[in-house]
T-cell receptor, first 113, second 114 residues
Framework: GNSVTQMEGPVTLSEEAFLTINCTYT??????LFWYVQYPGEGLQLLLK?????DKGSNKGFEATYRKETTSFHLEKGSVQVSDSAVYFC????????????FGAGTRLTVKP | DGGITQSPKYLFRKEGQNVTLSCEQN?????MYWYRQDPGQGLRLIYY???????QKGDIAEGYSVSREKKESFPLTVTSAQKNPTAFYLC?????????????FGDGTRLSIL
């Protein structure tokens, strides 16, 4: 079945550091890929998405590129801020069937001033 | 603004009780989902519904029940058969399947056992 594996946390960075959170996936067919962010006590918010190979999703300085050859969708940001502290989830959704979405375990990011 | 409303934000259950978590959306989405989130873990699918009056079990449906009588509403009942109900519950919705569309989430309900 479909699955997502993402980098274990927690990740602690200083403000303005470069961020990478690794995500790889296993899927039959051609899934859509997503990054969600969760702030304490809240639900998940869509951060960015990519629907086909070589697509780059971007939002709020975050980027991720859909790499079919390496089955990866790594999240990057060039300069993190304290306000980026949250839990980040990588997810995939099969284009067929019931839009069943599979999530990674989440990576907690803490950014220190 | 369109969105998903979950209530209550915090809920407490006594042993042997059933409790119902509310989820309402005004996004005009056909599909709705319930997930369970445990500390340090990803989301696990409990139930989903693609259309009114129809729903399917997810990966961890035992001890839970749902109904879908209206497009806007998808309540989840945590029954006394669920032996470890303490968790954060998230409701989501999306446009119909086949397009790999993102799901939109509510702010969750945290359920605890007294």
């Amino acid at each position: 079945g479909n699955s997502v594996t993402q980098m274990e946390g927690p990740v602690t960075l200083s403000e303005e550091a470069f961020l990478t959170i690794n995500c790889t996936y296993t899927a039959t067919g051609y899934p859509s890929l997503f990054w969600y962010v969760q702030y304490p006590g809240e639900g998940l918010q869509l951060l960015l998405k990519a629907t086909k190979a070589d697509d780059k999703g971007s939002n709020k300085g975050f980027e991720a590129t859909y790499r079919k050859e390496t089955t990866s969708f790594h999240l990057e940001k060039g300069s993190v801020q304290v306000s980026d502290s949250a839990v980040y989830f990588c997810a995939l959704s099969d284009r067929q069937g019931n839009n069943d979405m599979r999530f990674g375990a989440g990576t907690r990011l803490t950014v220190k001033p | 603004d369109g969105g998903i409303t979950q209530s209550p934000k915090y809920l407490f259950r006594k042993e042997g009780q059933n409790v119902t978590l509310s989820c309402e959306q005004n996004l005009n989405h056909d599909a709705m989902y319930w997930y369970r989130q445990d500390p340090g873990q990803g989301l696990r699918l409990i139930y989903y519904s693609q259309i009114v009056n129809d729903f399917q079990k997810g990966d961890i449906a035992e001890g839970y029940s749902v109904s879908r009588e209206k497009k806007e509403s998808f309540p989840l009942t945590v029954t006394s058969a669920q032996k470890n109900p303490t968790a954060f519950y998230l409701c989501a919705s999306s446009i119909p399947s086949g397009a790999g569309q993102p799901q939109h989430f509510g702010d969750g309900t945290r359920l605890s056992i007294l």
